[in-house]
């Protein structure tokens, strides 16, 4: 089985490079060791449609691949944790209402929730989001669902706030994802 890791941000890319010893090739931007790949999309809809599309090619074996996007996500205060990680069991599109109810992930100890992908970022508590707000997610299912079966694709979310940070370089995402390496290398590494 090949993981491909699919992070927004370099800060959220940066533990997982470290912990896999992943290189990155000059040629498709894909950071890789062995049956680990991650690629850093970029942030919102548009970039990461565009990223995708530039490193599908040089994934091979497609037959064989999970995708694991995971990242940071603002999430409702009545509903997350800051620091938690959330599975992600369905993504609401923001601006076109379509909502993509994902399959599930058996035996696994992470609490799930429903994740809206927005355009931009969400600064005022975002009471009308019922669970968390990214800005990736739904982009990534549309592009990796004509490549890779829904099935073997997990969303993985760490609250960073709770859409009301106004200075977002005041988040630690290195940190959040930190947190979690042990959890994703024993409940979905090995567990796959």
Known sequence: M???FLTALKAEAIPIIKAFGLIKDPNSHLYQNNNI?????????EKTTYRLEKVSPFLKELDSIVIINIGIAGGNPRKTVIGNMYLIRSIIDDETN????????????????????????????????RGLVDMEASSIYEVMTRKVSPDRMLFLKVVSDHMDVKDWSSIDATGLIVKHLHSIKTHIIKAI
């Open 98 to 129: 379509k909502t993509i109810t994902l399959n599930r992930f058996e035996n696994h100890p992470f609490e799930e929730i429903e994740l809206s992908t927005v355009s931009k970022g969400v600064t005022d508590k975002g009471n009308q989001y």
């Open 37 to 45: 790949f991650l690629c850093i999309t970029g942030v919102g809809k």
């Open 2 to 4: 090949n993981f491909v």
